[in-house]
């Protein structure tokens, strides 16, 4: 299942790629690292996102549809309130949760399912944990026409059943996996399988910006836009930065997010990571803020939570999005740089971060967000008050109720879904 894989490494030298942001390693991270079947759809699609990524029609498609259908751009909201009573910076936040599907993830899901189409696949395939990547891939499927089958675990399908009622409403159809620990790893590797056998027809629209390159490059492209977007607001609005904060899973907002600043010697560009329970095994999931251990795991090199077997640990988080063991090679690379700071927020922390900024700002953040979100708020009395700091929103809140109406008022809750099961 999870085991690490160090067959038919595709050599750096063989690639064709020239310009400077399509790295297929970042430092000694990322790579290609998988069973040979898989190399030539790899190659393939590294091949037509180089060439989509100079054509204007795909640009000005992508463009089109970023704005009429998931609503972009996403506002850059002062947030006022939570500023005054924290004292220090202002903090501002990039409401990425209003794009269509409620999150970031739609950024990517667009740009895949779009270069797919250009290269004449039929078929997508995904593979989902929580179900938000999934929901947002279903979606993009629906609108472009374009048929699609979404992988997810048994356990995971039972957890977060309402993602599975919104994958089947846009017409996708949800495969559950049973083999292994029947959650998100498990997914991953049967979409593999799937594509080994299919890909002259089909592609595999990966979620988060890791996995074997080109998905690192290609995710991280697509959501660039956040960081473009929040480079023009600040500028427009005057806003001298002291610092960008975005939680991280696998690192798709954080990359996107910050992408555009990389070069700068400012702002201070933040990640953080769940927190989760403590410091203990199977307790967070803190990889640059833990203990992250070099491997290989589902075809790149970066930094996983391991035993000392090399096999991938447990991982815990109250939100399903940064319950994940390993992290984007770029995001590894740009944090052993010094480049990027990682820190981390816990369950409890990012709890009340949802609790401060609904109460005083009238925004529900999701709870990966408010990860970012409890770390700005310790920030703030730290930062000059001419300065902002700026939180990306990477998703709103409402996919968390289930989550948050047992924490808030457990009874009440029970006694709903009581009723309504009668
Ligand atoms: C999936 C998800 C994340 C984590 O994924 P990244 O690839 O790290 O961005 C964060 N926030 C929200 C709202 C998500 O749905």
């Known amino acids: 299942m999870y085991k690490q894989s160090t067959t038919s490494f595709n050599e750096k030298s063989t690639r064709r790629c020239t310009a400077d942001i399509y790295n297929d390693f970042f430092g000694s991270f990322g790579g290609r690292y998988v069973a040979e079947v898989l190399r030539t759809p790899l190659d393939e699609l590294e091949r037509a996102f180089i060439e989509a990524m100079e054509d204007e029609d795909f640009l000005k498609t992508y463009d089109y549809l970023s704005r009429t259908y998931t609503g ?124 080994a056998s299919s890909f002259a027809h089909t592609h595999y629209l990966l979620g988060s910006a890791l996995g074997p390159s080109p998905y690192p490059d290609m995710v991280r492209e697509f959501q660039s836009v956040i960081g473009k977007e929040t480079r023009e607001q600040v500028e427009e609005a005057g806003l001298e930065v002291e610092a960008l904060v975005a939680c991280v899973g696998g690192g798709s907002n954080a990359v996107g997010f910050f992408y555009p600043f990389l070069h700068a010697a400012v702002p201070k560009l933040i990640g953080v990571e769940a927190g989760g329970r403590g410091e203990g095994r199977g307790m967070h999931a803190s990889r640059m803020s833990g203990e992250g251990r070099e491997g290989i795991v589902h075809g790149y090199k970066s930094l996983f939570l391991l035993d000392e077997d090399g096999q991938v640990l447990p991982t815990h988080s109250i939100s399903a999005g940064l319950d994940y063991p390993g992290i984007g090679p770029q995001l590894a690379h740009l944090g052993r740089e010094g480049r990027i700071t990682f820190t981390k927020a816990d369950d409890a922390e990012a709890l009340e971060a949802v609790k401060v900024f609904a109460k005083q700002e009238g925004v529900v953040f999701a709870l990966e967000s408010a990860h970012a979100g409890a770390v700005a708020l310790k920030m703030a009395p730290h930062c000059p008050g001419d300065r902002a700091i700026v939180v990306n929103m990477s998703g709103r809140g409402d996919k968390d109720l289930f989550i948050m109406a047992g924490e808030l008022d457990k009874t009440a809750w029970k006694e709903f879904l009581r009723k309504e099961a009668e």
């Open 72 to 195: 972009r751009p996403t506002p850059l909201m002062f947030a006022e309130n939570v500023s005054r009573t924290a004292g220090g910076g202002k903090i501002f936040i990039k409401l990425e949760g209003l794009a269509n599907t409620g999150a970031h993830k739609i950024n990517n899901a667009l740009g895949q399912a779009l270069l797919a189409r250009r290269m004449g696949k039929e078929r997508i395939i995904a593979e989902t944990g929580a179900g938000q990547h999934g929901v947002a891939t279903a979606a993009v499927c629906a609108k472009l026409g374009l048929e699609c089958r979404v992988y997810m675990g048994e356990v995971d399908i039972r957890r977060q059943r309402p993602n599975v009622f919104w994958m089947e409403l846009y017409g996708a159809e949800v495969v559950p996996v049973k083999s292994g620990s029947k959650t998100l790893k498990d997914a991953v590797n049967e979409a593999l399988r799937d594509w």
